[in-house]
């Protein structure tokens, strides 16, 4: 939600407008100009856009500057609304509007037959109302149910029952694209719209006029049309007709984060978490989605979205949130044992290859490991493990569970001489609190049996011993 920084200006009437000294200027030209302005102030106008820097994002620009339409198109997850909705922030905070106006019309080019009438009456005492940019975003999702009355208008039985004639023009009810005028709509998986209504777009993509049943409302509609859609070859339920599609002057694939780093930036900013997960569980859950989106036996048509390793990092939170709070652990941190919990309830939200039935979990869990495999390599680089090796190789053991606290997995670890190994390992991980130091001594160990340095059990009851 974007919301206001300043106060709307006090100017009321068309005349104190005029005498202010203020230009009229298109929706696409304000773009262009807010755009312009942010590039060469350094500025980024893209909030929150996380993987798209050297991609999506300076074909976007480039479209905008050229003053098209735009539809992005990419799979489930890949933040296709979140840019458009970034498109707000190109616009000016406040303009001017003709007060009460249905349109939202310009009061210098009133469009509508009852603005207009109006504008001729009253002249400079035009009354003059703000609106904010944020009053400027109309956002629709395409469903098979949407009627071309919703989009463009219909008539409007009441004012016809008013003694109006039906071939009155303001007998029309508008619909969201007019309702937008002088500023963005935005449509939410576009080939999902029957194919009839996407025609009735037509004419608002090319002329910016708009039909309502059988007759022509000249209505110089001023518009930014942008809309996102799944690859055709993915989606069944539709798809974007040719007419439409080539009225788009732009047409730009997203894409999943291209590196790990990217995919841990955007769990970062979208995950709300209960508890603290340490950046390198969240690196594992980055690259265990990675793993996924490359895997044979996963339905890749339709992708996996970045919404999987989000809900995944939001359920480990809670898992360790829950021992925190049955074991009055006062800091509870994630470890690699709630890994588990993640796997247990996000399978539903992968399709796998008809080949795979009935073996999705051992998929999900030989990719977590292999994604867990990766991560310690990444991270312990350069540190030997050697002397914890020789320890559970001499009969030493350590415990490990969901109802496990920190302190206790501490405490169950071998003491190894002089060694500050532990020391090391925590440090590499910048984990600085005892649930931190248990959650990272726990990546090790895992790491260790990863590597097939040590063994590792599992018995009914959950726990998990290294040994």
Do not use: C
Request: glycine fraction near 8%; aromatic fraction near 4%; avoid cysteine.
């Amino acid at each position: 939600m974007v919301t206001a920084n300043s106060t709307a200006p006090t100017i009321r009437t068309l005349g104190d407008l005029r005498a202010s000294g203020h230009e009229q200027h298109s929706i696409r030209d304000e773009i262009r100009r807010n755009l312009i302005d942010a590039l060469s102030a350094g500025r980024d106008p893209w909030s929150g856009i996380q993987g798209f820097e050297d991609t999506v994002i300076p074909q976007l620009e480039r479209a905008l500057l050229a003053g098209h339409d735009i539809v992005l198109l990419g799979e489930r997850g890949q933040g296709k609304t979140r840019v458009l909705r970034t498109l707000v922030g190109l616009l000016d905070e406040w303009t001017p509007v003709i007060d009460g106006s249905e349109l939202g019309e310009h009061p210098y080019e009133p469009i509508t037959p009852a603005s207009i009438r109006r504008a001729a009456e009253l002249g400079d005492d035009l009354p003059v109302a703000w609106r904010h940019r944020s009053q400027r975003y109309a956002e629709k999702l395409a469903t098979p149910d949407t009627s071309v009355g919703d989009l463009v208008g219909d008539i409007d039985p009441m004012k016809v029952a008013e003694g109006r004639s039906l071939g009155d023009p303001e007998t029309i009810h508008f619909g969201l694209i007019p309702r937008a005028h002088r500023g963005i709509i935005a449509i939410n998986e576009l080939p999902d719209l029957a194919e009839r209504i996407q025609v009735s777009m037509l004419n608002v993509m090319e002329e910016r006029d708009i039909q309502v049943r059988g007759y022509t409302l000249r209505l110089p509609l001023d518009v930014l049309v942008v809309a996102s859609a799944n690859p055709e070859d993915y989606t069944n339920r539709g798809r974007i007709i040719t007419p439409l599609k080539d009225r788009f002057g732009a047409q730009i694939r997203t894409h999943y984060p291209m590196e790990v780093a990217g995919e841990v930036a955007v769990i970062h900013q979208e995950a709300k978490l209960v508890a603290k997960v340490p950046d390198f569980i969240l690196e594992i859950l980055a690259r265990f989605t990675r793993a996924l989106r490359e895997s044979s036996a996963v339905d890749q048509r339709s992708g996996v979205s970045a919404r999987f390793a989000i809900a995944a990092a939001e359920t480990i939170a809670a898992a360790a949130l829950h021992r925190g709070t049955v074991r009055g652990e006062g800091e509870p941190v994630a470890r690699i044992i709630d890994l588990g919990t993640a796997v247990d309830v996000m399978g539903g939200k992968i399709e796998f290859e008809s080949g795979h039935e009935g073996r999705e979990r051992p998929v999900l869990e030989h990719l977590l490991r292999t994604s867990t495999a990766e991560a310690v390599r990444h991270l312990l680089r350069g540190i030997d493990l050697a002397l914890l090796v020789d320890a559970l190789d001499e009969g030493m053991q350590v415990t490990t569970g969901g109802d496990v606290t920190g302190q206790e997995l501490l405490d169950e670890l071998p003491v190894l001489g002089e060694s500050d190994l532990y020391d090391k390992v925590a440090d590499r991980l910048d984990a600085h609190t005892i649930g931190e130091r248990a959650s990272a001594i726990e990546l090790a160990l895992e790491g260790l049996f990863l590597a097939q340095r040590v063994s590792k059990d599992t018995d009914d009851t959950g726990h998990t011993t290294y040994g």
